[in-house]
């Protein structure tokens, strides 16, 4: 009988130190992995994915995928529920919003939308241009480059008898939303017939040509000569380095600005504080003598209740993260795309947002 009882004192010793001798082998307990994904829009998309490798650089246990895919999908498929960031250049409509009540409209930087074209002889001029004639241009009513209202706008330039190529995203876009919301705002005629979305029914141009995302756009303007285009400001280095030029636009004031250091934060500084809670507002066409006429938040549309508390803290951290002035929002990333940081009445609205995730 003693032993029987000494072998099974052995025995349960032997487990003992066998347990102790695996966990040493096995090391600490590794912290599970958060998989995030983000997609939606080609101007966002540079600058997460300047992000992304930072901060998860730091945060090993958090991977989030990139995709650049169009505005429109991103709001789809983070209202689905197959995305947790939804990148968008265009906040939700009144009528998405009923539909989506617990969605958020989270803005991130501002950002702004160049005017581009491709015309042989003059890609070194700021052109002069105004949203009624570039309406014309996309509507079929203005044919030529030479056009009288072009030519009033631009006085002394030779401006070519060649057929002008409107390029328009094939995709959901919300560039496409910030480009037809200038061209609504600013002639009555567009308004109308067409309007603004982050999709619109184009007008039947022969000349015209569809392009998928912003690379796309920059693609279409080098292959077609007396082109014109509309590009997110992420990608002002690719339109600098394939040459194109780049248009003074007639703002709300009735004076021409080129897009710069100067009238970028002059527009940013007469919206921002009309920002409303929700931060659903359109910047476009701002006042003020000084001011670029397309420029906008830059949101992440999120679903207020995702699948976990830890899934949403992950993501609250990483947000957070993304708007602090030390961290995403800090010029060593946002000058890399041209954009600009929050102002801080905008940061505090959305970090309330931010919040609200759960």
């Known amino acids: 009988m003693t032993m029987h009882v000494a072998k099974r004192r052995i025995s349960k010793r032997g487990v003992v130190i066998a347990a102790a001798a695996m966990i040493a082998i096995a090391g ?35 991977r989030i995928n990139t995709a650049s895919t169009g505005s429109g999908t991103g709001i789809a498929q983070s209202i689905e529920g197959i995305a947790q960031f939804g990148a968008s250049d265009a906040y939700l409509s ?4 009923k ?9 991130v930087a501002i950002s702004s939308q160049m005017i581009n074209y491709n015309v042989p002889g003059l890609n070194d001029k700021n052109l002069k241009l105004d949203g009624p004639v570039i309406a014309g241009m996309y509507d079929g009513q203005i044919r030529y480059w030479d056009n009288a209202q072009i030519k009033a ?6 401006l070519p008898h060649k057929e002008i190529v409107p390029i328009h995203r094939a995709d959901g876009s919300g ?9 609504s705002f600013s002639d009555t005629g567009w308004h109308n017939k067409i309007g603004y979305g982050t999709s619109v029914s184009w007008p039947s141009v ?14 279409a303007m080098k292959n077609s000569p007396y082109s014109i285009a509309y590009v997110g400001v992420s990608f002002k280095s690719e339109t600098d380095k394939a040459g194109f030029g780049e248009a003074m636009l007639k703002n709300r004031s009735g004076k021409f ?9 002059a527009a940013a500084a007469a919206m921002v504080p009309k920002t409303p809670k929700d931060e659903r507002i359109s910047m476009i066409f701002a006042p003020g003598a000084e001011s670029y006429p397309i420029i906008n938040y830059e949101y992440v549309i999120v679903n207020s209740k995702q699948s976990s508390p830890e899934t949403a803290k992950v993501m609250r951290d990483f947000l957070n993260w993304a708007v602090n002035e030390k961290g995403g929002n800090s010029m060593q990333y946002l000058k890399q795309v041209n954009f600009l940081p929050l102002p801080p009445s905008a940061r505090a609205l959305t970090m309330k947002q931010i919040a609200e995730i759960h």
């Open 28 to 62: 600490p307990a590794v912290a599970a992995t958060t998989n995030l994904v983000e997609t939606g829009s080609s101007l966002l998309y540079p600058l997460f994915n300047l992000w992304v490798p930072a901060y998860t650089q730091s945060h090993p246990d958090v």
């Open 94 to 97: 009144d009528m998405q919003m």
């Open 99 to 107: 539909k989506n009540p617990g969605m958020l409209n989270i803005p």
């Open 153 to 158: 706008l631009n006085p002394g330039l030779p």
């Open 175 to 183: 560039d496409t939303f910030m480009f037809t919301q200038f061209l």
């Open 206 to 219: 022969p000349s015209a040509i569809g392009a998928t995302g912003n690379p796309g756009m920059v693609t």
């Open 257 to 265: 600005v080129k897009l710069d250091e100067r009238t970028v934060p």
